[in-house]
Nanobody, 117 residues
Framework: QVQLVESGGGLVQPGGSLRLSCAAS????????MGWYRQAPEKERELVAI???????NYADSVKGRLTISRDSAKNTIYLQMNSLKPEDTAVYYC???????????WGKGTLVTVSS
C-alpha cells in the first residue's frame, strides 16, 4: 500500500515562505503524476501544482510565480516551495500520487498552512 506523508506546514506571516515535503513509501517512478492540492475552510479541494513522470509541471493560475513544485527521486520526495504567501493561501495542503490505473490514486493526510499576521 502506497503511503504519502506530508510535512512542513505551519503559521507564517503574509509575504513569508514555507517548504512542504511529501515523502512516498516507494519509488516516485511508479507514479505518472504527483501533485499538491489544497482545501480551504468551507471550500472544495483544488489543484495547486502537479509534476509528471517526465518532469513537466503545471500550476493553478493563483499560485503561478509564487509556488514551485519539485522532486528528489533519490529521496522519494516531492516538494512545494511557497514564497510570497498570502492569507488566501491558508488551507490544508494534500499530496497526491496517481499511477496508470484509476484505482491508483493516493492521498496523504494533509498539512495545515496558515498565513496570518
Amino acid at each position: 500500500q502506497v503511503q504519502l506523508v506530508e510535512s512542513g506546514g505551519g503559521l507564517v506571516q503574509p509575504g513569508g515562505s514555507l517548504r512542504l515535503s511529501c515523502a512516498a513509501s516507494g519509488s516516485l517512478f511508479v507514479f505518472n503524476v504527483m501533485g499538491w492540492y489544497r482545501q480551504a475552510p468551507e471550500k472544495e479541494r483544488e489543484l495547486v501544482a502537479i509534476i509528471t513522470k517526465g518532469g513537466s509541471t503545471n500550476y493553478a493560475d493563483s499560485v503561478k510565480g509564487r509556488l514551485t513544485i519539485s522532486r528528489d527521486s533519490a529521496k522519494n520526495t516531492i516538494y512545494l516551495q511557497m514564497n510570497s504567501l498570502k492569507p488566501e493561501d491558508t488551507a490544508v495542503y494534500y499530496c497526491n500520487a496517481r499511477g496508470s490505473r484509476s484505482s491508483e490514486n493516493y492521498w496523504g493526510k494533509g498539512t495545515l498552512v496558515t498565513v496570518s499576521s
